[in-house]
């Protein structure tokens, strides 16, 4: 069973326009959300997070919108660069249940043409 | 700088014989984790630790060890290795504060043959 799940395998956009990629999630536990970008031969990096007391979290070009109801976030990228072209994973805890573990999406790859 | 150093970057080995992949972290963090990255299946834990000497299984712990004898090491033990652990494996550290994100090691890529 795979509690969190990146639909999309893939993106490709156009340098300017705006990156939209999204992550869905079943456990109602979970209370704590996290975007990591992963370039090639790199570890992931942390991106942005954002808890479940709000729906959106903004950082720069970056913001995550967080819908409960639906068990639903995105990250949104705007405007998007080529050097934004990497690997994105979203990520998830519930301290309420197990502090210590972190459930993470398959990943989107996002390619950003110039 | 802040970071979280793996060794090797690359392992190739057969079978049967026992490995272990290092980690250390020079950001005094209470929290240490081990995840293996497979095509089509994401990030998945295989154990981590709150603190010295506390470990405990992620979703994918069978076939590892792991000890946490000191605060800033976290070694990865295979102890027979097989070709299904052939994987990506990236260790992470992050303070124990829940919500903190991770720092991520650069990852050692394991071929078992």
């Known amino acids: 069973d795979q509690q969190v799940k990146q639909n999309s395998p893939s993106l490709s956009v156009q340098e300017g326009r705006i990156s939209i990629l999204n992550c869905d999630y079943t456990?109602?536990?979970?209370?704590?959300f996290l975007w990591y970008k992963k370039y090639p031969a790199e570890g992931p990096t942390f991106l942005i997070s954002?808890?479940?007391?709000?729906d959106k979290n903004e950082d720069g070009r970056f913001t995550v919108f967080l819908n409960k109801s639906a068990k639903h976030l995105s990250l949104h990228i705007v405007p998007s660069q080529p050097g934004d072209s990497a690997v994105y994973f979203c990520?998830?805890?519930?301290?309420?249940?197990?502090?210590?573990?972190?459930?993470f999406g398959d990943g989107t790859t996002l390619t950003v043409k110039p | 700088e802040a970071q979280v150093t793996q060794n090797p970057r690359y392992l190739i080995t057969v079978t049967g014989k026992k490995l272990t992949v290092t980690c250390s972290q020079n950001?005094?963090?209470?929290?240490m984790s081990w995840y293996r990255q497979d095509p089509g299946l994401g990030l998945r834990q295989i154990y981590y630790?709150?603190?010295?000497?506390?470990?405990d299984k992620g979703d994918v712990p069978e076939g590892y060890k792991v000890s946490r004898k000191e605060k800033r090491n976290f070694p990865l033990i295979l102890e027979s290795p097989s070709p299904n652990q052939t994987s990506l494996y990236f260790c992470?550290?992050?303070?124990?504060?829940?919500?903190?994100?991770?720092?991520f090691g650069n990852g050692t890529r394991l071929t078992v043959t």
């Open positions: 954002i808890s479940s007391i709000k």
């Open positions: 950001m005094n963090h209470e929290y």
């Open positions: 630790s709150m603190n010295v000497e506390v470990t």
């Open positions: 992470a550290s992050r303070p124990i504060l829940f919500g903190s994100p991770l720092h």
């Open positions: 990520a998830a805890s519930g301290e309420s249940t197990n502090a210590g573990k972190s459930t």
């Open positions: 456990n109602s536990m979970f209370d704590y």
